[in-house]
């Protein structure tokens, strides 16, 4: 273990959000992670009560000693067992398209371990070590965006997850994609050699949906925040009314996320001296004036998302589940994605509406309304100005529009009919990270905007935590006083909303 690096212990104990991004963050090196006693003691418990089992009794166990999905009625003999799990893993890691993040695939593997720590799952503890071992050496699995139906679990996704596991796959290491098996061998590393249940045990399990899910949730919360900022700047900007924030609005229709945003853009334009001043337009439009009402009804949506992921986070997701107090084995469900599906699929409408706002806002601060020049170009006509960045803008809009159809409604049977109903889960989660990232060039898009149009302002100045991100925005982007290429100062401006420290959530 290098020096500097403190360890971290994966326990039977909650484990956060924050916590997973800094173990797969910037931060990530310095963080060395292994199972604690507890854990340890947990999971060999439940393996050695089925290795038992086993030596007991010859009684089908569905996906133990029987075939998978529609095969269940398919008996396997003691001999088999630990063949059908090697071909189980070979035979799920069926993926296309492209590959999965590196940072999103680090999650799956710490998921995994952590849905495994329980002691509900059968796998062998140097199974769950050795997927800690790829972690602390960042060797990370090559896995397939595309196959999960997000039903019996992620499937596809977690056997290219787990292949490296067995001395098979591809991994990248040191930035560069190489077969597993070199990989593994230059690290003195023996494949796998999977017992009864491993396999399944693996596989089984929601931890590719939910790697997407705590990504986009961490990063979403931020982006509220921004949102929330360049609402207010953009108020500002349009020399908009205080007015439908006041508090005694809010407090006779008092959703959570209302009061929490007009509290938020009150407290930002307190000290103002463009909010402050004598204004003519009686009454804003909705972009402005209902930034409490669409922001607030994200922020809702946010929550109740993030309590669904931090649930999933410390659940065990895979199927049978072993139940050692009572000697049980009981097959059921929780291997299927519709709590998160249903989760990715609102949050993902959360944050297009956040976009879609933000873009009405640009184009009103566009429009020659206010005082302000059209295109907020001093001399319009010869220069374009910014009118070109709404367009952009609105490219963004519109696709998230179109990613917006919800995946969990869109169920297709598999397995000859016996997973009749699947979640399309794994679908819900790539749609959700699309418009994330739409919405990061969005509010890019924004604080371009706003900071030109504030340019017109002087010397007036907006509230003082506000002004302090437009000074400093300025050193990075100066003001278009005549035509350039506006491609690089969006690249630049959204560069500086992911490295802005940002204030409370």
Known sequence: MAEGTRTFQITKEHLTIQMLEHLVGEDGRKFHVVLSDSAEHAIQRCRQFLDDKLEQSDEPIYGINTGFGFLYKTSIAKPDLEQLQLNLIRSHACGVGGTVPERLTRLMLLLKAKSISFGHSGVALETVQRLLDLYNLRITPVVYQQGSLGASGDLAPLAHLCLPLLGEGEVWFHGERQPAAKVLAAHQLAPIKLRSKEGLGLLNGTQFMLSYGVYCIHRAKRFSWWADALAALSLDAFDGRIDPFRPELHAIRPHPGQIATAKRVRELLADSEITHSDKVALQDPYSFRCVPQVHGASKDVLNYCEGVFDREINSTTDNPNIFVDSGDIISGGNFHGQPLAMALDTMTIALAELGSISERRVYQLLSGSRGLPLFLIANPGLHSGLMIAQYT??????????????????????????????????????????VLHNLRNLLAIELLTVSQALWFRRPQKTGTQLQAIIDAFREVVPPVETDRILQEDIEKAAHFIDQWEIGPN
């Open 393 to 434: 803008a609105a490219s963004l809009v519109s696709q998230n529009k179109q990613l917006c159809t919800p995946a969990v409604v869109d169920t297709i049977p598999s397995s000859n009919g016996q997973e009749d109903h699947v979640s399309m889960g794994a679908n819900a989660a790539l749609k959700g990270y699309r």
